[in-house]
Structure formats: C-alpha cells, structure tokens
C-alpha cells in the first residue's frame, strides 16, 4: 500500500480528533468512507467531474462524523461567577 496523500493524512487527523470525543468513531463507516473518498480524489487516474462528486461526499461525510462527536462546553466569565457563587453558597 502506498504512502497516503496529504488529503489522506488531513482526513485521518479529522477522524483522529473525532474520535478522542466520540468512542468508536474510527471505526464508523462515515470515517472508512472518508477515507476511501480521499484516496479516490487523490487517484491520479480519477476524472475532475469524478473529483468534485467524490469532495462534495467527503465534505458532507466529514461533516457527520463531527456532529456525531459531542461539543466542547465552553465557558464564559459568567459562567465562572455562577460556578464560584454556588460553592460559596454550599458551603455557607
């Protein structure tokens, strides 16, 4: 098997950070299909209409796969000032 392309790569680094959120991500068949999408977009003997199908589907693809992960909660100052007053609250 040959060396993966940078497309390749890319697409396995987005399934790689999708799957430290989301357990068994990396088997999923959006992350093979991704894959596979990537080698034919790198395929040198694939056409451009070819191409353009095959990215359109990885785009959606990758897409699903990061919704299937969970959102980082983030957290605002505000959210940090509610957080401090109910400790302070619990313990008084």
Do not use: C, F, N, Y
Request: aromatic residues 2%.
């Amino acid at each position: 098997m040959s060396e993966p392309g940078p497309l390749e790569a890319a697409v396995a680094r987005e399934i790689a950070w999708v799957s430290q959120r989301s357990e068994g991500a990396e088997g999923s068949w959006p992350a093979q299909l991704a894959v596979r999408l990537a080698r034919e977009i790198e395929a040198a003997d694939a056409t451009l209409s070819a191409r353009v199908q095959a990215g359109k589907l990885l785009h959606s693809t990758l897409d699903r796969l990061r919704q299937a992960a969970p959102s980082e909660k983030r957290t605002d100052r505000v959210d940090e000032l509610l957080s401090r007053r109910k400790a302070r609250e619990a313990t008084a």
